[in-house]
C-alpha cells in the first residue's frame, strides 16, 4: 500500500507561482510512476505531469509545458510540483497519484491516489 498526502494548494493571483508537495509512505516510490492530476468544477480529470522515479524521465501536459516543473527527492519520498505563470484556467483541485505503468498519462493507470488539494488562480 502508498499513502500519498498533498500540501502547498492556495489562492495566488495571475501570473504568480505555488509549489505543491505529496508525500508518500507505507511503500519506497523506487518502481513507480508519480503523477500530478487536476480536476477543476464539472470538469473531467486530467493529466497534468508526470515523473519516473527510478530514472527521472518527466512527461508533462502540452497546457502546461514550460510552465510547470515536476520533481523528486528520493530521500524524502516526495514528489513536487512547481507551477509558475499560473492562469485562472489552471484552477482547479489537484491530486497526487502513483502507478506502476512507466510514464502513464493515464489515470486510469493510477492506483493510489491522495486526497487533493485546492489550487485557486485570480484573474
Known amino acids: 500500500q502508498v499513502q500519498l498526502v498533498e500540501s502547498g494548494g492556495g489562492v495566488v493571483q495571475a501570473g504568480g507561482s505555488l509549489r505543491l508537495s505529496c508525500a508518500a509512505s507505507?511503500?519506497?516510490?523506487?518502481?513507480?510512476?508519480a503523477g500530478w492530476f487536476r480536476q477543476a468544477p464539472g470538469k473531467e480529470r486530467e493529466f497534468v505531469a508526470a515523473i519516473t522515479w527510478s530514472k527521472g524521465s518527466t512527461y508533462y501536459a502540452d497546457s502546461v509545458k514550460g510552465r510547470f516543473t515536476i520533481s523528486r527527492d528520493n530521500a524524502k519520498n516526495t514528489v513536487y510540483l512547481q507551477m509558475n505563470s499560473l492562469k485562472p484556467e489552471d484552477t482547479a483541485v489537484h491530486y497526487c497519484?502513483?502507478?506502476?505503468?512507466?510514464?502513464?498519462?493515464?489515470?486510469?493507470?493510477?492506483?493510489?491516489w491522495g486526497q487533493g488539494t485546492q489550487v485557486t488562480v485570480s484573474s
Open positions: 497519484a502513483a502507478s506502476t505503468a512507466w510514464g502513464s498519462r493515464s489515470l486510469y493507470e493510477y492506483r493510489y
Open positions: 507505507g511503500r519506497a516510490l523506487s518502481s513507480y510512476t
